[in-house]
């Protein structure tokens, strides 16, 4: 239903299918620092999961926080790169060393679990008087 749902904003949203389109296009020409031509689909992500991702999720202000700090956390912002080349490499994907990526890859992970479990965490489910509170607003 996720692929639906994209393909068919994409199909409405054409600048956002070129955005997606060159990105990939200039990661292809670019060079070996793929990592760096593909966080430009940083923004085209966060559009995509604000559109697939039911409108109840963003009306709870701690889950648009916790997400956002989550997807902050994946782009490795405010990360400090290094001043050397060698500092440098060791940050970017394509030239780190294995043990690093191995760690990488875990971090990520743990923080896509930790998304997911936000996004489908109910509040209302582990508060008897906050999913009776709901009941009766609805």
């Known amino acids: 239903m996720c692929s639906r749902r994209r393909s068919g904003f994409l199909r409405r949203e054409l600048h956002w299918a070129y955005y997606v389109a060159m990105s990939f296009v200039v ?11 593909l966080y430009v689909l940083v923004p085209a992500l966060a559009v995509f999961v604000f559109h697939i991702a ?6 709870s202000a701690w889950r ?10 994946a782009v490795r912002f405010l990360w400090p790169v290094g001043t050397s080349e060698a500092e440098y490499l060791q940050y970017t ?3 780190m060393s294995v043990d690093r990526m191995v760690a990488l890859v875990y971090f990520c992970g743990a923080l896509a679990l930790g998304g997911i479990a936000i996004a489908r965490l109910d509040l ?11 009941e009766a607003s609805a």
């Open 93 to 95: 994907v394509s030239a």
């Open 64 to 73: 648009v926080v916790a997400l956002t700090a989550l997807h902050l956390a």
């Open 54 to 59: 039911p409108s109840s999720l963003w009306r």
């Open 124 to 134: 209302g489910a582990l508060s008897p008087a906050r999913r009776a509170k709901a």
């Open 27 to 37: 990661a292809l020409v670019g060079g070996r620092d793929d990592d760096r031509y």
